[in-house]
């Protein structure tokens, strides 16, 4: 079965999971069609598509494990031939992303040593959270130290005193999945108190025994329900339905319509007279909007 097949067959989704009596929790994303979209106007070098897949999914998976209305950021700053990603996901899971590279990696697949190319030796991971509802600002930031997105995320988890949590990620040119697990409050607590030699290991030790056996391409093909029967034998697993996600910017032809109303009529004729056409093009998704001299008259009020 190829992946598009299985794209049509499953929408995007994010969905959680739980582990039956167990202090264990999880969440899982697989995105195809959005993730096409999101390249529409913009083509990446197949190392900086799979860095920012991999940013995408972990956007979604992180907006999945809190409860908020508003924006969650994923920004990776360096100075390495990616010298900035940026990776967004609203809480009902609308995503965009862009990353701004330099040079032209051949390499199909994003290793470790491509990916310390990408970010530099001086990165920085930047977590941010914005409410919607009131001005709540959270950022957390960790130095890009590891050799993977993976491991700099495990870094900002384990820093910024959160929930212990694990994670994969994948992407290609089709698709876009991850899978995140983390251990919720009062399992530490059992498993000190407890006699590890008689209890072995825990359902925390098994469920990261199964996420490192994933592979790249089991992450990439399976759906949700294959990958934990086949993964996690930490005990019964109730996955939820879960949320329908999608690429969604933020840009219009309202909004740009606004923007050049704020420009003025008369630096927009400007424009119009040596351009023959007004057009701007979404910092985000690099969609371009179009303005013809009738598009401008109507824009400024002039009905003809
Ligand atoms: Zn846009």
């Not at 100075?79 to 009902?92: E, F, K, P, R, Y």
């Not at 030790?205 to 996420?211: A, H, N, R, S």
């Not at 934990?228 to 909004?255: H, M, P, Y």
């Not at 040596?274 to 969609?287: I, K, S």
Request: include cysteine; aromatic fraction near 8%; charged fraction near 25%.
């Amino acid at each position: 079965m190829t992946t598009d097949t299985v794209m049509e067959a499953t929408p995007d989704r994010v969905r959680r999971f739980i582990f039956e009596d167990q202090p264990v929790r999880g969440h899982w994303v697989r995105i195809g069609q959005g993730w096409r979209a999101l390249r529409e106007f913009r083509d990446y070098s197949p190392p900086v598509r799979e860095l920012l897949g991999q940013a995408v999914g972990a956007s979604v998976l992180l907006a999945a494990t809190l409860k908020f209305k508003g924006t969650l950021t994923l920004q990776i700053q360096g100075n390495g031939a990616c010298g900035l990603l940026v990776a967004q996901c609203t809480d009902d899971f609308r995503f965009r992303a862009l990353a701004r590279a330099q040079g032209e990696g051949t390499a199909t697949e994003l290793t470790p040593e491509l990916f310390r190319w990408l970010v530099g030796d001086e990165g920085r991971l930047t977590v941010t959270i914005e409410s919607e509802d009131s001005d709540l600002r959270y950022q957390g930031v960790v130095p890009l130290t590891g050799h993977s997105l993976v491991a700099c995320l495990e870094q900002y988890f384990a820093s910024s005193e959160q929930l212990p949590t694990r994670l994969q990620l994948a992407a290609d040119a089709d698709c876009i999945a991850g899978l995140l697990v983390q251990q919720l409050p009062g399992a530490r607590e059992e498993q000190e108190s407890g006699d590890a030699e008689v209890t072995g290991p825990t359902a925390w030790d098994k469920v990261q025994q199964g996420l490192a056996a994933v592979s790249r391409g089991e992450l990439l093909q399976c759906n949700a329900e294959e990958l934990l029967i086949w993964n996690f034998k930490a005990g019964d697993v109730r996955l939820f339905e879960g949320s329908q996600t999608g690429f969604g910017c933020r840009c219009s032809t309202e909004r740009v319509s606004g923007m050049l109303k704020s420009l003025g009529e008369d630096e927009v004729k400007d424009v119009l007279r040596e351009q023959g056409a007004v057009t701007v093009t979404c910092d985000f998704c690099n969609r371009p909007y179009t303005f013809d001299q009738p598009a401008v008259e109507a824009l400024f009020g002039h009905v003809h």
